[in-house]
């Protein structure tokens, strides 16, 4: 055997050994040194032990699937808000978004969880949100599952409730880059509509589903107007969703009345009893254009800037809203923005 030969036997034995070294040290030995589990700090400031590597999540509620969605994580779900499944209200975007998503099991009708159903679905988390849901954390103690809470209920914490998903999910750079766009648009607003006398500022009101039920100082709905550039003139409101009387409509007598996308904005304008107002006599009256704007989805950040086009057009004639919206959309969906005319 001449000596090129045996140099190179020798070498090839040394790449043989080499690959199968770090084949087993990457298969074998390198996830054994792993630690099982880590610690994340949830939205309550409670330490919560989840898996090393989370692989298998349920949300239960539509806002965390969307979130799911736009980190890129959807294929670690196991189980979706009733919202979604049913393709309703804020759940409909995210069928739109990823439309298989809908066949997942979901454990959950109203706020009655199926505490059989979750345990076999196995998930390694739980996220829940919303602080009137804080009760399921109780509730779901007999599972012995992971429970982390981010709320998205709060304008100031929105970014800070997405990377702890974005954390949870291993999703961090994502949730970062989308928390940009948050940061973005929130500067945005400020840099038009923040320097505005308390004297100046466009007064507003917001209502649900009818136009006698109103938002008031502890919604998101009123964090959004005043975030804006408004003020609120329900703003001594603390209950939720109170009736209103025309009376009192009238006696605020709002520049601006927003609504939800679900009021007919003709039949507004034409409510008899209340015509004196401001907003209907100079046909200031605006639906949002989704349901998730006003709450529950990252589009509620946007619809910030929206309102504020709305309450001070002058000070954003030099944008075009839908050209926004598109930007937001694809930034953050990869989509442009598919609902009613934002005019």
């Not at 020798?10 to 792993?34: F, H, R, T």
């Not at 809908?102 to 998930?123: D, M, R, T, Y």
């Amino acid at each position: 055997m001449n000596r090129n030969r045996i140099i190179a036997i020798a070498i090839g034995v040394i790449i043989i050994a080499s690959v199968s070294g770090y084949y087993l040290y990457g298969s074998v030995i390198a996830p054994a040194l792993l630690p099982k589990t880590r610690t994340v700090t949830d939205a309550r400031g409670a330490q919560v032990t989840i898996p090393y590597e989370v692989k298998k999540v349920l949300t239960l509620r539509e806002v965390h699937t969307e979130m799911c969605i736009v980190l890129g994580a959807e294929d670690k779900l196991v189980g979706i808000d009733d919202g979604t499944k049913a393709n309703r209200s804020y759940g409909v975007m995210n069928v739109k978004l990823r439309p298989a998503i809908q066949s997942l099991p979901c454990p959950i009708s109203g706020k009655s969880l199926n505490l059989e159903q979750i345990v076999a679905l196995k998930p390694d988390v739980i996220f829940i949100g919303g602080y009137g849901r804080l009760s399921w954390i109780d509730t779901l103690k007999p599972t012995n599952i992971s429970v982390v809470v981010a709320h998205f209920e709060e304008i100031g914490n929105y970014t800070r409730d997405l990377k702890i998903m974005g954390e949870v999910l291993g999703k961090q750079d994502k949730a970062n880059e989308i928390s940009t766009h948050i940061n973005s648009i929130l500067s945005a607003v400020s840099s038009r509509v923040g320097n505005i006398s308390q004297s100046q500022k466009i007064s507003a009101y917001f209502s649900g589903n009818d136009l006698y039920h109103v938002y008031g100082s502890t919604t998101f709905e009123h964090f959004q107007i005043v975030t804006a550039g408004g003020t609120n003139v329900a703003s001594s409101i603390t209950t939720w969703l109170p009736a209103v009387s025309p009376e009192q409509l009238i006696s605020w007598n709002p520049n601006v009345i927003f609504t939800l996308e679900s009021v007919n904005k003709m039949s507004v304008l034409q409510d008899p009893n209340v015509q004196t107002v401001s907003a209907i006599q100079n046909q200031k009256v605006f639906p949002i254009p989704q349901g998730g704007w006003d709450f529950g989805s990252l589009r509620a950040i946007f619809a910030i800037e929206w309102l504020s086009t709305k309450l001070y057009p002058a000070r954003w004639s030099d944008v075009n809203i839908t050209n926004a919206a598109n930007t937001f959309y694809q930034n953050v969906y990869k989509i442009n923005y598919w609902g009613p005319s934002l005019a």
